[in-house]
């Protein structure tokens, strides 16, 4: 039985930062599993943290690089958003992203085109 199946996401939450804070130093998975809570919990400033730390751990996983991207862009910090978002693009040429990265590219444009006006 995995760590997600029927939790109850403050539970999760819970669980989580317990192994984070028991971890000398946390592997970029488990940053990026409780980043996810939080997008899915809609809580941007602390998803944005963690995956600035999952970042760190691992800057070429196009995952959390596309992770990070979407809090950036919630937090409506929308050029750096759209760095991460060709950052994401660019990784995912040497990895299989779990993003569709047609979409993704259709998203940069509408952003950068938002960004123009």
């Not at 939080?38 to 998803?47: E, H, L, R, T, V």
């Not at 809090?71 to 040429?93: C, D, G, K, P, V």
Request: glycine share 0%; net charge neutral.
């Amino acid at each position: 039985m995995s760590l997600t199946q029927n939790t109850h996401p403050n539970q999760l939450e819970t669980k989580l930062k317990a192994i984070i804070d028991a971890s000398p130093q946390p592997s970029a998975m488990l940053l990026s599993t409780l980043g996810s809570l939080y997008i899915k919990m809609k809580a941007w400033p602390q998803a944005q943290a963690l995956f600035f730390e999952a970042w760190r751990e691992s800057p070429k996983d196009p995952n959390i690089v596309y992770n990070l991207a979407i809090t950036l862009e919630y937090m409506q910090q929308y050029r750096e958003a759209l760095r991460f978002y060709h950052m994401a693009i660019q990784n995912s040429q040497n990895s299989r992203p779990l993003f569709d990265t047609q979409r993704l590219s259709l998203r940069i444009v509408e952003l950068e085109a938002y960004m123009s006006e």
